[in-house]
């Protein structure tokens, strides 16, 4: 069975532009999760979405966004990108939502802001 | 606020030796406990989980070991191979529902290095 797909896998664009990164989750999950790593605050949870609804989100400002397809394909777009914003970007679907379901990552987007 | 904490920040173990990787966390509500691994550039390998209704999961050469009472979880990885060499997360998701459907955050630990020697 095919992991986590992310796209593309690295990016680099210019402060005050938007980027819209992809990811498709494991056959059969329809619950998908974003994540951003950088060097000083870790691992933090942006969004997770489920029947195409955001079903909770992280503490950051409104310039991210996502969106789930029917197919459960996920999207999550940044836009006004600031250097701050630099980081690798994570994605991770799950059968469904839930405290127990087991979340698998992809390989994540690394972007770089100049 | 860091809800989950990884203090030792890196390990260094010799081949066929135990490794011990120590988590502490402070909400109450964390439900679910889950360790990854991650090589740099990658995203996270789930290694093992547990639930918080068990004080122990096995999985081949990973054992993780739940301490309710003192919030602290702890994963052992026996004999430990060079190819444990990376940096290993721990994870907690808490109870809780949104319009009926339960939903799980992941609140990751800062992590902790292992490097395995030879």
């Known amino acids: 069975k095919a992991g986590v797909t992310q796209t593309p896998r690295y990016l680099i664009k210019t402060r005050g532009q938007q980027v819209t990164l992809s990811c498709s989750p494991i056959?059969?999950?329809?619950?998908v999760s974003w994540y951003q790593q950088t060097p000083g605050q870790g691992l933090q949870f942006l969004f997770e979405?489920?029947?195409?609804?955001?079903?909770n989100k992280g503490n950051f400002p409104g310039r991210f966004s996502g969106r789930q397809f029917s197919n459960s394909r996920s999207e999550m777009n940044v836009s006004t990108l600031e250097l701050g914003d630099s980081a690798l970007y994570l994605c991770?679907?799950?059968?469904?939502?839930?405290?127990?379901?087991?979340?698998?990552f992809g390989p994540g987007t690394r972007l770089l802001v100049l | 606020d860091q809800q989950v904490k990884q203090n030792s920040p890196s390990l260094s173990v010799q081949e066929g030796r135990i490794s011990i990787l120590n988590c502490d966390y402070t909400?109450?509500?964390?439900?679910?406990f889950l360790w990854y691994k991650k090589y740099p550039a990658e995203g996270p390998t789930f290694l093992i989980s547990?639930?918080?209704?068990?004080d122990k999961n096995e999985d081949g050469r990973f054992t993780v070991f739940l301490n309710k009472s003192a919030k602290h979880l702890s994963l052992h990885i026996v004999p430990s191979q060079p190819g444990d060499s990376a940096v290993y997360f721990c994870?907690?998701?808490?109870?809780?529902?949104?319009?009926?459907?339960?939903?799980?955050?992941?609140?990751f630990g800062q992590g902790t290095i292992l490097t395995v020697h030879p």
């Open positions: 991770a679907s799950s059968r469904i939502p839930g405290a127990k379901e087991t979340q698998y």
């Open positions: 056959s059969g999950h329809r619950s």
């Open positions: 979405y489920f029947s195409e609804t955001q079903r």
């Open positions: 909400n109450s509500m964390f439900d679910y």
């Open positions: 547990i639930s918080s209704i068990k």
């Open positions: 994870a907690a998701s808490a109870k809780g529902t949104a319009g009926g459907t339960s939903y799980g955050k992941l609140t």
